[in-house]
């Protein structure tokens, strides 16, 4: 036989063991003594056996009630911990993102938007790949991303744009040269006797096009703009590289960052896929993810300026 028990009984039957008397628990929820005993009654007929001893100082449980009680406990600390999450849940404080981005993403960008975020303080679970943009892009039609971050000339189909834009490409100069010690743009034929680090795929071709860099004929490549900045730490040269890492390795290592317009833009895109059920945790980190974008995209714009 399933017996079925009412949220009020549950609370009255609590506030009963808790304080051993009909007229306290009535008081602790607001209720009359008689509507205390009356559900108190109704409870123990659908129970089937006494829950308590009536006596002149009060009511004492029988051993069914102690029994009953732990369950009772049990399940109330069930329904507390449902309640905080929906809590948290609609104070976004609670939830699951899933990001995949490029290296150009990957350094402050997705940082720093998680930080705005404050999943350090709430209960949100983060899922993060770095990898290409073909890999990213893979990743979205899978059905399991919520938010991209791609290197693509143009969007393609299955995806819904939440922001693109285009930077441009840099030539990075470390404290101490020549370069570092001024300001503005730098066409390419003012680096044609340069010992230059492309990148793999348009910069690179272009490069290689117009005969650009004192290495031209045996050129050194990259494929992402970091691991170029890391190539010329060690082996020397100049990195061409994406204003969003250009803007990252200025701020840690100094040096300078130097707009090169006549190489092609850096174009990107933040998505997710069509039909993707976006919660209100992911509507807010797409939005911090942008503004750090267009963060970034200042600085260009100054330098751009200079």
Not at 182 to 201: D, H, K, V
Not at 217 to 225: I, L, R, V, Y
Not at 256 to 284: H, K, N, Q, T
Request: charged fraction near 20%; hydrophobic fraction near 45%.
């Amino acid at each position: 036989m399933n017996i079925m028990f009412s949220q009020k009984q549950l609370e009255v039957f609590r506030a009963v063991m808790s304080t051993g008397s009909v007229s306290a628990a009535g008081r602790r929820l607001n209720l009359s003594q008689p509507s205390v005993s009356r559900i108190l009654g109704d409870l123990e007929r659908q129970f089937g056996v006494p829950l308590f001893q009536r006596k002149s100082k009060g009511v004492h449980p029988t051993p069914e009630a102690e029994a009953f009680l732990e369950e009772v406990e049990r399940n109330y600390l069930v329904l507390s911990n449902l309640e905080e999450a929906a809590a948290q849940i609609a104070r976004k404080e609670r939830g699951t993102l899933s990001i995949a981005t490029i290296t150009a993403a990957s350094l402050e960008i997705v940082p720093r938007a998680l930080e705005r975020l404050g999943v350090r303080e709430k209960q949100i679970k983060v899922s993060w790949q770095v990898k290409s943009s073909k890999w990213v892009l893979d990743f979205a039609r899978s059905g399991t991303l919520k938010t991209g971050f791609a290197n693509v000339l143009h969007m393609p189909t299955g995806m819904h744009l939440l922001f693109e834009g285009a930077v441009p490409h840099m030539v990075f100069a470390p404290e101490g040269h020549e370069l570092a010690g001024e300001a503005g743009p730098l066409l390419l034929r003012e680096l044609r006797g340069a010992p230059l680090i492309g990148l793999l795929g348009q910069v690179a071709d272009e490069l290689a096009l117009r005969n650009i860099g004192s290495n031209a004929g045996a050129p050194m490549t990259a494929e992402t703009s970091l691991a170029a900045l890391t190539l010329s730490q060690h082996c020397g040269g100049l990195p061409v590289v994406d204003a969003f890492t250009a803007h990252y390795w200025q701020q840690r290592h100094g040096g300078a960052a130097r707009i090169v317009p006549d190489l092609p833009a850096y174009r990107f895109a933040v998505f997710e896929p069509l039909g993707s059920r976006a919660s209100m945790i992911d509507r807010e980190f797409q939005a911090c993810l942008i503004d750090e974008i267009k963060r970034i995209m200042s600085w260009v714009e100054a330098q751009t300026l200079s």
